[in-house]
């Protein structure tokens, strides 16, 4: 069964940091793309960043180049995304994603960026 528990949003300044982790289980992660979305309140979930299986490539949606890093352990079949120079339009709740055949979402996490 697969599982995905994202962690370490929370209310952050303009200009401020976060690391998120999502942790994961039920399946082979270290075989795996694994990608970050978000969903802004009112709008649809878009993807921010990918990284693939051995981390030896990684993508970002323009919005966020320059400001977030992805990574991954897969010893501890872990995902995070380093966000720095936070936005206010970077406010969403962030979900991690498996690319396996059938889509899973976990609860996600709650990013808001104010003042």
């Known amino acids: 069964q697969v599982q995905l528990v994202e962690s370490g949003g929370g209310l952050v300044q303009p200009g401020g940091s976060l690391r998120l982790s999502c942790a994961a289980s039920g399946f082979i992660f270290s075989a795996v793309v694994m990608k970050w979305y978000r969903q802004a309140p009112g709008k649809e979930r878009e993807f921010v960043a990918l990284i693939t299986s051995t981390g030896g490539r990684t993508n970002y949606a323009d919005s966020v180049k320059g400001r977030f890093t992805i990574s991954r352990d897969n010893a501890k079949n872990t995902v995070y995304l380093q966000m720095n120079s936070l936005k206010p339009e970077d406010t969403a709740v962030y979900y991690c994603?498996?690319?396996?055949?059938?889509?899973?979402w976990g609860q996600g996490t709650q990013v808001t960026v104010s003042s």
């Open positions: 994603n498996p690319n396996l055949p059938q889509d899973y």
